[in-house]
């Protein structure tokens, strides 16, 4: 097995064995979703309306709940420091670990999302648009929370840090894939011009999110 | 068994500051094929620090590590096994899943795993979740990372912590076979090892003068 595939099957094998991290983020996302309704009232075209919205909003904030995991159990028991002198050099470890995240992370948030749809009464042809949106969006999510995670790294009640770093910056994230879901369900428009500056946000984060998440984990390790 | 090596490690007029305070300065030593470098002094004198400077973990305030006979290119860090204080284990792992992991990782044959788990006599526990490990038995897990992947240059940074005189005993034959092959290896100890170490490095000794 390459090394790059030794880490990055050892990270979701660890995510699934520990179950906290994904099943919580699962969970979160569900609580969030379901209360909504009773705080907005039973409009169903209201609900449908702002659905999209509603769905990456939890879902961003459901991610983030576990983001300090892709780097802090292995900066607390020294696995960090063996990574850092081993073949790979820090930013892809920094990127397979952020991909790990995003298999156990952001995948199961995303394919969750039509389920959650349900109960806001999201029309139900826009339901493959939204995952599809999801899918291409939440790599950004999990390569930037990298970024968070790396610089709140050896912090105490680093996850709240971690959320005021992180958000602001998801705020392109959420404004493109809000964009293309309600493009799909009210128009007027395409939704693929937002869905591909999705896209582009993604590919940007996934190569230079790394770049800093190691810059972090240097300065954290000394 | 490991391949002999030919790399000689150099350290020219190294220096380290933690925190705005210089730990130590002008420190130079070189290290043949086969040699050992015993670091001691008291604690705070840069002990582990100067073992992470050599495994690129800490930035050199002066001075440069220079590796002679590798690869042109390749980092000193890479050349090097780091056993710390920490013991990189994963408690939800089993015992054998922990080291085949570092030989995945550490890019070498997976041949090489019976002899890893056997070298500190872990094979009867391959299976049991690292989590149920007593202290000696993770500092000896730690220890069998050394053997999963090889590398010429050991830094050990108090090895003997926790494990019980069988398994010193143990570690300093290991260390004696590391240095036969052509092996280097720093390690900072307060034990008594039958290694001979071929220099000896006292920290702290300028600030108490």
């Not at chain 1, 820090?90 to 969750?112: E, N, Q």
């Not at chain 2, 350290?11 to 933690?18: E, G, N, S, V, Y």
């Not at chain 2, 280097?184 to 039958?194: C, D, E, F, M, N």
Request: proline content about 7%; some cysteine; hydrophobic content about 55%.
């Amino acid at each position: 097995m390459s090394p790059a595939l030794a880490l990055l099957v050892r990270d979701v094998k660890l995510a699934w064995r520990e179950g906290g991290a994904i099943g919580v983020a699962l969970g979160f996302y569900l609580v969030v979703v379901a209360i909504m309704p009773f705080g907005l009232g039973p409009d169903l075209n209201l609900l449908a309306h702002i659905a999209p919205g509603m769905l990456w909003v939890a879902l961003l904030l459901a991610a983030l709940l576990s983001a300090d995991r892709i780097f802090h159990n292995d900066y607390e028991d020294g696995t960090l420091d063996v990574l850092a002198t081993g073949p790979q050099s820090l930013p892809m470890v920094a990127a397979i670990k952020s991909l790990a995240h995003w298999l156990t992370t952001g995948i199961p948030l995303a394919l969750m999302a039509p389920v959650l749809g349900l109960l806001l009464n999201l029309p139900l042809d826009a339901m493959p648009l939204l995952v599809l949106t999801m899918l291409a969006g939440t790599p950004a999510v999990s390569f930037v929370a990298a970024i968070g995670a790396s610089l709140t790294l050896g912090l105490r009640r680093s996850g709240l840090l971690l959320a005021l770093l992180v958000l602001p910056l998801y705020v392109p994230v959420l404004i493109f894939g809000v964009s293309t879901a309600s493009m799909a369900i009210v128009g007027p428009g395409s939704p693929w011009p937002p869905f591909l500056m999705l896209c582009a946000i993604s590919l940007a984060s996934i190569v230079l999110a790394p770049l800093a998440a190691a810059a972090a984990l240097r300065t954290a390790m000394r | 068994m490991q391949m002999p090596s030919h790399i000689a490690l150099a350290a020219h007029d190294i220096a380290c500051q933690r925190g705005g305070r210089t730990l130590f300065q002008g420190l130079s030593f070189t290290l043949e094929p086969g040699e050992a470098l015993l670091i001691s002094g008291p604690n705070g004198t840069g002990k582990t620090s100067l073992l992470r400077q050599i495994a690129g973990l800490l930035p050199l305030a002066a001075g440069r590590l220079t590796a002679t006979g590798a690869e042109a290119g390749t980092p000193v860090s890479e050349l090097c096994h780091y056993v710390g204080h920490l013991s990189a284990i994963k408690t939800s792992f089993s015992v054998g899943e922990n080291l085949a992991f570092w030989t995945d990782f550490l890019d070498a044959d997976e041949s090489a795993l019976p002899e890893a788990l056997a070298a500190f006599g872990l094979t009867p526990l391959a299976d049991l979740p690292a989590g149920l490990l007593s202290a000696g038995q993770r500092r000896k897990l730690a220890l069998s990372r050394l053997f999963a992947a090889p590398c010429p240059i050991w830094l050990l940074d108090e090895p003997s912590v926790s494990l019980d005189t069988a398994s010193v005993k143990l570690l300093d034959a290991a260390i004696r076979d590391h240095l036969k092959t052509g092996g280097i290896a720093l390690v900072s100890t307060h034990v008594k090892l039958k290694t001979k170490f071929a220099q000896e490095l006292t920290l702290g000794q300028e600030r108490a003068a």
